[in-house]
């Protein structure tokens, strides 16, 4: 099934917090699985990705978390900051015509 | 954003009425995509291009045509306007097909209402 399923749609996070977003799929063939970070008014732009032949994949205060046998994967900011507020996508790369198949977002919101 | 711009940015339409949105790359990419984002649906694919004159469909192409006649310039078309494309459409390019290496490169968006 070509889907990608994100929760939560909204969140919001005080200072300091850790944030985490959650993605789920179906279709064991996907093999890329990306975050992008979207600020008002900007397109999305790459934050970091994993392969899923990893469990976890760090840079800087962002984490990629990810597990094969529960499809699942998520994004862990630590130490989150106002800056951090933007709306975050998962995505998948899919296994027809190998695009990168979507979720819904979620709009983080970082309380000082 | 660097190396990518589109253009109008914002643009009010009637009914009926054929539009055109433009995105121009300096990157010299081979793959480019159109994009539309509407609450609750994320980013979905409308059509995309790997190089000139190569197009395809993707899974909302239904009353859009692209065209891409220049590496640098995608053209978007929507041959006649309804409210259902009032959404905000984003040019995105890559080096690679899916942007396994440094990821897409969105421009900034154009917000479009039929109105």
């Known amino acids: 099934q070509q889907q990608v399923k994100q929760s939560p749609q909204s969140l919001i996070v005080q200072k300091g917090g850790i944030s985490i977003i959650n993605c789920a799929y179906e279709?064991?063939?996907?093999?890329?699985f990306p975050w992008y970070q979207q600020f008002p008014g900007k397109g999305p732009a790459l934050l970091i990705a994993?392969?899923?032949d990893v469990s976890e994949k760090k840079e800087g205060r962002f984490t990629i978390s990810f597990n094969k046998s529960a499809k699942q994967f998520s994004l862990h900011i630590m130490d989150s900051q106002p800056g951090d507020s933007a709306t975050y996508f998962c995505?998948?790369?899919?296994?027809?015509?190998?695009?990168?198949?979507w979720g819904a977002g979620t709009k983080l919101i970082i309380k000082p | 954003d660097a190396g990518i711009t589109q253009s109008p940015r914002h643009k009010v339409t009637e009914t009926g009425t054929p539009v055109t949105l433009r995105c121009h790359q300096t990157e010299n990419h081979r793959y480019m995509y159109w994009y539309r984002q509407d609450p609750g649906h994320g980013l979905r694919l409308i059509h995309y291009?790997?190089?000139?004159?190569?197009?395809d469909k993707g899974e909302v192409s239904d009353g859009y045509s692209v065209s891409r006649s220049k590496t640098e310039d995608f053209l978007l078309t929507l041959e006649s306007a309804t409210s259902s494309q009032t959404s905000v459409y984003f040019c995105?390019?890559?080096?690679?097909?899916?942007?396994?290496?440094?990821?897409?490169?969105f421009g900034s968006g154009t917000r479009l209402t039929v109105v």
């Open positions: 279709n064991t063939a996907f093999d890329y």
């Open positions: 995505a998948a790369r899919g296994d027809s015509n190998y695009q990168l198949i």
């Open positions: 995105a390019i890559s080096e690679t097909e899916t942007g396994t290496l440094y990821g897409y490169t």
């Open positions: 994993i392969r899923p």
């Open positions: 291009s790997y190089g000139v004159k190569d197009t």
